[in-house]
């Protein structure tokens, strides 16, 4: 249709031009009145038809567009999701499949922070899964009261970071896109603890490490392990290090000695406080995060 239309505005054009060189070389005679009227018209009428195939094209083009794009934002609909959906029934056996960590959202449908959360967690559950990284899960607190209850969740969005099926740390709330997300997620997943290779290198330390400590810093925590100490007393110990991972220095040592012990180092060698084993159950992690968690106490008097 194009091509048709522009070939007789091309072609009456042309008779114009001819009509007139005719008359200039002594031939025939320009077009009348009635002939340029007509053919004027007839330019106007091709001009219109081109300009409206055009537009027609362009709507056509649009319309397409839309298509295309609606095609899309389907396809995305169905395309499946990097993050994991538990239950009330799956949720413990999930964290605990993935010792070496896991994100998991608390979140419920009416919560619009846990909407505008959802498409960043997405994103990072993609990047992290493309590294094989940790995985990231989601579980709606409102059809999941009993696992809720059981984390202490009152507020959501509310993000926690599990290791060895247990409740490490919550994410801070400025944590809350895609990239900070995975930021946080890789930072928390180095480990949580600095291994020695003998008590003489940490004696040769001591002095440097007790000048960095104030005195209301926590104190650096030391376990020096005997040949004979249960893999459960490593995990008890690095348990408690991930929990209070940022707070303070976690060192140990696989030493040549009778007895494990866990040592507290503070700014004065006479503050320092020392556990031997054996522990009870619980009590290495509870022991180890009351002294990080306290401030020291300043004796009256002292400023």
């Known amino acids: 249709m194009a091509q048709g239309s522009s070939a007789a505005l091309l072609g009456c054009t042309d008779g114009l031009i001819m009509a007139s060189q005719k008359n200039r070389s002594g031939g025939d005679r320009w077009l009348s009145g009635n002939q340029r009227v007509m053919c004027g018209i007839f330019v106007c009428v091709q001009i219109c038809l081109f300009a409206g195939f055009v537009h027609v094209a362009h709507k056509k083009a649009d319309q397409r567009d839309t298509k295309e794009k609606k095609v899309k934002k389907v396809s995305d609909a169905h395309k499946p999701t990097a993050?994991?959906?538990?239950?009330?029934?799956?949720?413990?056996?999930?964290?605990?499949?993935?010792?070496?960590?896991?994100?998991?959202?608390?979140?419920?449908?009416?919560?619009?922070?846990?909407?505008?959360?959802?498409?960043?967690?997405?994103?990072?559950?993609?990047?992290?899964?493309?590294?094989?990284?940790?995985?990231?899960?989601?579980?709606?607190?409102?059809?999941?009261?009993?696992?809720?209850?059981?984390?202490?969740?009152?507020?959501?969005?509310?993000?926690?970071?599990?290791?060895?099926?247990?409740?490490?740390?919550?994410?801070?709330?400025?944590?809350?896109?895609?990239?900070?997300l995975v930021e946080w997620v890789d930072t928390n997943s180095q480990p949580a603890v600095v291994e020695l290779d003998s008590v003489e290198d940490l004696e040769g330390a001591l002095g440097d490490v007790r000048g960095t400590l104030r005195t209301d810093s926590a104190p650096v925590v030391?376990?020096?392990?005997?040949?004979?100490?249960?893999?459960?007393?490593?995990?008890?110990?690095?348990?408690?290090?991930?929990?209070?991972?940022?707070?303070?220095?976690?060192?140990?040592?696989?030493?040549?000695?009778?007895?494990?012990?866990v040592k507290t180092i503070y700014d004065e060698e006479e503050r320092d406080e020392v556990l031997e084993a054996p522990f009870g159950e619980g009590q290495l992690e509870t022991w180890i995060s009351e002294r990080v968690k306290r401030k020291s106490q300043v004796t009256a008097g002292s400023s």
């Open 222 to 261: 030391v376990a020096i392990f005997s040949p004979q100490t249960a893999a459960s007393v490593y995990d008890d110990f690095e348990m408690a290090a991930e929990k209070n991972r940022g707070k303070t220095v976690f060192i140990y040592i696989n030493g040549d000695v009778d007895t494990t012990v």
């Open 83 to 180: 993050v994991s959906a538990l239950s009330e029934l799956t949720m413990e056996a999930f964290v605990h499949a993935f010792p070496n960590g896991t994100l998991v959202n608390f979140h419920t449908a009416t919560c619009k922070y846990c909407t505008a959360l959802a498409p960043e967690f997405e994103a990072a559950a993609r990047h992290m899964q493309g590294l094989d990284g940790p995985p990231l899960a989601s579980i709606e607190g409102d059809l999941a009261p009993r696992i809720t209850e059981m984390y202490g969740i009152e507020k959501y969005p509310t993000v926690l970071w599990f290791r060895h099926g247990q409740v490490v740390q919550e994410v801070p709330p400025t944590v809350r896109t895609a990239s900070t």
